[in-house]
């Protein structure tokens, strides 16, 4: 048995203004989209976008309490998820990024991590935490 890939499935409010999103801010190309799915590829990343967009758990009262919201689609969802996507060229993702607004906020910084990794994290249209990491050579410590 072999594990080959994940598909982050991200959960947006609108697919349309999404996928403009992921097109024009981070690169993105579409290859399917409806109302409840959007289908994007950059490189060999894929990505699925799903439409968070139920709002009748707004209008519910006090029932909300007793009865569970369980549609799966409540609008609340859409910028709760986050992902992690290894890259090639660090730098020139950031430059990118930064130049479209996409960063986590204004500090942000590619930072290196304990772990391995040099990384920056960047939000969707929704606020979906994307975070970006490219792997490096890990120093041997001298004892």
């Given amino acids: 048995m072999k594990m080959k890939k994940t598909i982050p499935y991200i959960p947006v409010n609108n697919i ?42 707004k209008s519910r009262g006090p029932q909300v309490l007793t009865e569970p919201i369980k549609s799966g689609a409540e609008s609340f969802l859409a910028g709760t998820a986050s992902c992690r996507i ?28 304990p772990w391995g990794t040099r990384e920056f994290p960047a939000l969707d ?5 994307i975070t970006f990491y490219e792997k490096v050579e890990k120093k041997m410590k001298e004892f």
């Fill in 16 to 57: 349309e203004d999404a996928v403009i999103f992921y097109e024009a801010k981070l690169g993105f190309n579409c290859q399917h989209k409806d109302t409840s799915f959007g289908l994007l590829y950059r490189d060999e990343v894929e990505i699925h976008l799903w439409a968070a967009n139920d709002s009748d758990w």
């Fill in 86 to 113: 290894e890259v090639e060229k660090i730098d020139d993702l950031y430059i990118e990024y930064k130049k479209n607004g996409v960063l986590y906020n204004q500090e942000t910084v590619i930072e290196e991590t």
């Fill in 125 to 129: 249209l929704h606020r979906n935490l």
